[in-house]
């Protein structure tokens, strides 16, 4: 009932999310009643879309919109073995050139760390969104998925292991998550030194951030976070804020942490900006509810995820986004190959 219903909506290109949150079996979709595109303000509640550069900041008001809950399907997919990709040798080229540029800027102590993107595009003509989006909540079950749609804006789809931030009244829990291994064995991973310190950048980044609003933070030791195919270094973080007043301002200090642009922040963005040639859009942003959990109703709780492991479908073509952190100890080839396993989370479900 649920897809039927959004599956009309996009027929008459009106805006749509449906989405899931990390370990649930809800479905959530916000159906909004007319194509306006509405701006992200701090006294409403919906459901929030921002870019990467925090430019465009939009929302799906909850007061525009009709909400439809529904249990998620129990139906299993059947998953083929990884596919080798065809890489384009110009594409791997330019990328691992950008790295090298990264590299360089790092030596020089512009830089500590960069997380540098490139996106590539899948020929998709017949999009069935419903089954792709039915897969990723079967095969990520600890991600945040979603399906997101305006016609000034477009179509995008996602599984991003990341929380952005989760603020509950004071409280707010947000994590550092950095390095990435693709799942091949049954051994304990050996992370190198490289991976480590790329990760204790976005830990101290974070907690440096939270320390202007809170007196009071508790910070878990890293452990290994499983997402679908890929393993991360995760910390866990939680502050008591001193005060509401500032939420706007923690948004500010926070995005885009360094496990999406870099560190120092403001140089890492002007690099990326200048380098990347491309347009990220939306990729590396955040989104999620706004001021409101619409599972329980209580107002004042926002749970927004960094908008990592997604792609735009446009003209029967699904552009998916790809990234890694870069430091003084990376290797130019192994950080496209890290970009190559990415892409497969995606893949996997198209």
Known sequence: MLFLKVKEHFDLKL????????????LIAFLQRNDSLFELESTQSGFAFVSFDNKKRFCLPESHCDIIFEKAPTTSYIFGATQSISINPEIQSAHQDLVALGIQEIEKG??????????????????????????????????????FYHPKIGFWMGATPEQFLKITNKTIQTVALAGTVLNTSSSPIQWTAKEIEEQQIVTDFIVNRLSKFSHQIEISEPYNYEAGSLTHIKTDIKATLDT????????????????????????????ILNNEGYDREFYAGFLGEWNKDFLSYKEGMSDLFVNLRCMKWEENTA???VGGGVNKGSNPQKEFTETVNKSQIMRKVL
Not at 137 to 147: A, N, R, V
Request: glycine share 2%; net charge positive; charged share 25%.
């Open 15 to 26: 805006p749509f999310v449906v989405y899931c949150k990390p370990n649930s079996n809800r």
């Open 110 to 147: 512009t830089l500590k760390k960069v997380v540098l993107s490139r996106s590539e595009s899948i020929e998709v003509p017949q999009f069935d969104f419903e089954l792709s989006f039915l897969k990723l909540i079967q095969y990520y079950k600890s991600s945040f998925k979603y399906l």
């Open 319 to 321: 552009k998916i986004f």
């Open 244 to 271: 509401l007043d500032h939420i706007d301002s923690i948004l500010e200090e926070m995005h885009p942490t360094p496990a999406v642009c870099g560190f120092p922040k403001d140089e890492a963005k002007t690099f």
